[in-house]
């Protein structure tokens, strides 16, 4: 690479959210990543996908700080993080959901949201209220019609259904004001109903915040996505717009092995 693209690609990097930079995982003598380069910048709505034994779930944990990659660096907002563990993310406002929901289920919906934020802020619970608490409600009713949960907003979660439980989820992840979000298959489970519900939930977020999600869902994940990235046998094969990852013949070989998914077909 020549000087100026040399430049170019460093102020390139330095400008993005998220960067990773030949990430290598080794799990003993099995490598789960091969070298992963990533960048993603604000405002992108990134998906990755890939069959079982990917790479994907172990990418996103070293994002999020779970696992510690064996070589290469990740960046966030211009900060090496690479050996910093994930209790840190949420200082540099980056927010995550798991696969198996982790929920307060005795809860209301309310006392979730609020409770995602005293976690997120250190702060402890106390018998006498403040005006902090009064904010935090504030913004708990506000996120509950935000994930369009208002209606059982004081239902304990618990008896929502598992879709509500997945808004309640996605809904504790954004109520902190994260600047970066990142969703762990959050169509997971959901019926074909449920799943439509999602994805407008997710086009209907401010377009502000960055998005990453796995998911193995293909409909789901092409609709909300602005970016394709797959991944198989730990390594990037194809990255892209949903129309060019639809019609991709190595994709389609190596994840959806039929036509009809490739034109978003239920499996």
Not at 93 to 100: F, L
Not at 159 to 166: A, E, I, V, W, Y
Not at 226 to 237: H, K, L, P, S
């Amino acid at each position: 690479m020549n000087t100026d693209a040399a430049a170019a690609a460093s102020a390139d990097r330095r400008g993005s959210l998220l960067n990773l930079e030949a990430v290598v995982v080794a799990f003993g003598g099995l490598q789960a990543l091969g070298g992963v380069d990533l960048q993603v910048w604000k405002g992108d709505r990134l998906a990755l996908l890939g069959p079982n034994g990917a790479g994907k779930t172990t990418l996103f944990n070293v994002i999020a700080g779970d696992v510690k990659p064996t070589s290469g660096r990740v960046t966030i907002k211009g900060i090496d993080c690479t050996e910093l563990p994930a209790r840190f993310r949420p200082r540099l406002g980056v927010a995550r959901t798991y696969q198996k929901t982790r929920l307060f289920r005795g809860l209301t919906v309310e006392d979730n949201l609020y409770l995602a934020q005293t976690g997120r802020s250190g702060r402890h619970l106390a018998l006498l209220r403040s005006g902090v608490d009064a904010e935090f409600r504030e913004r708990a009713r506000a996120m509950a019609e935000t994930v369009w949960l208002a209606d059982v907003i004081g239902v304990t979660a618990g008896d929502l259904s598992h879709g509500q439980q997945r808004q309640l989820e996605i809904g504790m992840a954004l109520v902190t004001g994260p600047e970066f979000v990142m969703l762990d298959e959050p169509a997971s489970g959901l019926s074909r109903g449920e799943r439509e519900r999602l994805v407008q939930l997710l086009l209907s977020l401010d377009p502000d915040i960055t998005l990453l999600l796995i998911e193995h869902d293909m409909d789901v994940a092409l609709r909300a996505a602005q970016r394709v990235m797959v991944m198989n046998e730990g390594e990037t094969v194809a990255s892209g717009t949903p129309d060019e990852i639809r019609v991709d013949p190595l994709v389609h070989a190596i994840y959806l092995g039929s036509e009809a998914g490739l034109r978003g077909a239920d499996p």
